[in-house]
């Protein structure tokens, strides 16, 4: 895959932690290793007071910064720190393909592009897994408002003109592309899949957290504040 390298098409991936000590090396592990990382840098953003998260990291390339509890608190602060012209949101249970940030880099070459995001996959075995990922895929292109677990990524001017993440305690990345989407912004999907976590779905249960999820979605877009919906989801 060839890709026009530029100076100023520096990647920061920002990644939003919370008690995530458990995971956070294996992320950056698989980071590590992939086609471009050389030309990006990594901050991961802790919201737990203690530091938890960033005092499991055991070195490396990846900068770690304290940030207000909230992903989107999160999320902006890692921007504030980071000196990107892409900005790839990355959530510590989700991977990249191994070539994700080119194919990322393939996509805004197009300067008629803001963002994008890539189709989610759901790393465990069934059925109903297959049938979510393809869910997310038809109503994320339908609506053009993908979720943040499909690891979005915007030019850093695109996000500054919209506000960039607001200090919410959910939807903070509807929120986000739905405000994209009305500034007229263009997103492209990178049709490769990104792998995140299926713990949410098996302590919760499958079929509940997936209607949980869709009543929190129509609930936003009626009105209820993120805050109210913070409570239902908690």
């Not at 060839?2 to 698989?30: G, K, Y």
């Not at 953003?45 to 203690?50: A, I, M, R, S």
């Not at 069934?126 to 895929?137: D, F, T």
């Not at 007229?184 to 299926?198: D, L, P, Y």
């Amino acid at each position: 895959m060839e890709t026009v390298m530029r100076p100023w098409d520096r990647i920061s991936i920002i990644i939003p932690a919370f008690e995530e000590a458990d995971r956070i090396q294996e992320t950056l592990d698989r980071l590590g290793p992939m086609a471009g990382i050389e030309n990006a840098e990594v901050v991961v953003v802790d919201g737990h007071p203690e530091k938890t998260t960033l005092r499991a990291i055991a070195g490396g390339f990846a900068r770690g910064i304290c940030g207000p509890r909230g992903r989107g608190a999160q999320m902006h602060a890692g921007v504030l720190a980071c000196s990107g012209s892409i900005l790839l949101f990355l959530h510590a249970d989700t991977r990249l393909p191994p070539d994700g940030l080119l194919r990322l880099k393939v996509v805004l070459q197009d300067p008629g592009i803001d963002g994008g995001a890539f189709d989610l996959g759901i790393d465990a075995p069934g059925v109903a897994y297959r049938l979510i990922e393809k869910g997310a895929s038809f109503r994320s292109r339908l609506t053009r408002v993908p979720y943040g677990d499909q690891a979005l990524f915007l030019r850093r001017n695109a996000y500054f003109q919209i506000g960039g993440f607001r200090p919410i305690p959910l939807m903070e990345d509807v929120d986000l592309m739905r405000r994209l989407k009305r500034a007229g912004k263009k997103i492209r999907f990178v049709r490769q899949t990104v792998w995140t976590s299926a713990r949410r779905w098996q302590r919760e249960g499958i079929l509940f957290c997936t209607l949980r999820n869709y009543a929190l979605i129509i609930l936003y877009y009626l009105g209820v504040s993120p805050d109210r919906l913070c409570r239902y989801y908690r």
